[in-house]
């Protein structure tokens, strides 16, 4: 089975820069996916990690350690429109996606 | 392009009673994938199709739910009879890819449950 664990809620102010962790445990996967998902509305994807290493697309980069079960999300130049759950999940074959229960990202002014 | 679509997008119904949800996925895509989302457990795949084949059903919670795809534009999910414990929201999402798994899964705007 896998284990994935975030942290249940993170606060940042407008402009600033915040680092949203992903740890997880498994036998095995294929690669570590990101969606953003807004209060009431439906995840939408971010990103997608298959190598170790960092993968930058604008304000958002994501990264992956293989060998450390660790994944990060990071966010720059805070908006309020950020304020929103992050959720990683594994892709563990056959186009089977675990998610985590997801972060609540709080950005105040 | 129109994205995934279900209905309804609200539900309040009676303990006992059935539920049927519905999906259409984005057209040309071949795999449809149905998940719950609740607070406590977060987002759970349920059972996904891969040209209109379902190929792994693991993760529906009993017999009282069962999943069709009779064709590659539709699919529903029914909840029969309803508990309250089913009370959640429930996303249809689809892709395009093949049995790889890196692509992009899309998501429809969700069916919000409430079984009273």
């Known amino acids: 089975g896998q284990n994935i664990d975030q942290p249940t809620e993170m606060t940042a102010t407008e402009g600033a820069i915040v680092q949203i962790n992903c740890t997880y445990q498994?036998?095995?996967?294929?690669?570590l996916f990101w969606y953003q998902q807004h209060a009431g509305e439906a995840p939408t994807f971010l990103s997608y990690?298959?190598?170790?290493g960092l993968e930058e697309k604008g304000r958002f980069s994501s990264f992956l350690s293989r060998s450390k079960g660790y994944s990060y999300l990071l966010l720059k130049e805070l908006q309020m429109k950020d304020s929103a759950s992050y959720l990683c999940?594994?892709?563990?074959?056959?186009?089977?996606?675990?998610f985590g229960t997801g972060t609540r990202l709080l950005v105040s002014p | 392009d129109a994205g995934v679509i279900q209905s309804p997008r609200h539900e309040v119904t009676e303990m006992g009673q059935e539920v049927t949800l519905r999906c259409k996925p984005i057209?040309?895509?071949?795999?449809l994938f149905w998940y719950r989302q609740t607070m406590m457990r977060g987002l759970e795949l349920l059972i996904y199709?891969?040209?209109?084949?379902?190929?792994?059903d693991s993760g529906m919670p009993e017999d009282r739910f069962s999943a069709k795809m009779p064709n590659a534009s539709f699919s529903t999910l029914k909840i029969q009879p309803s508990e309250p414990r089913d009370s959640a929201v429930y996303f249809c999402?689809?892709?395009?890819?093949?049995?790889?798994?890196?692509?992009?899964?899309?998501f429809g705007p969700g069916t919000r449950l409430l079984v009273l």
């Open positions: 999402a689809s892709t395009a890819g093949g049995t790889g798994g890196q692509e992009t899964q899309y």
């Open positions: 498994t036998s095995g996967f294929n690669g």
């Open positions: 990690n298959v190598l170790d």
């Open positions: 999940a594994l892709n563990t074959g056959f186009q089977k996606l675990v």
């Open positions: 057209s040309g895509h071949n795999s």
């Open positions: 199709f891969n040209n209109n084949v379902p190929i792994d």
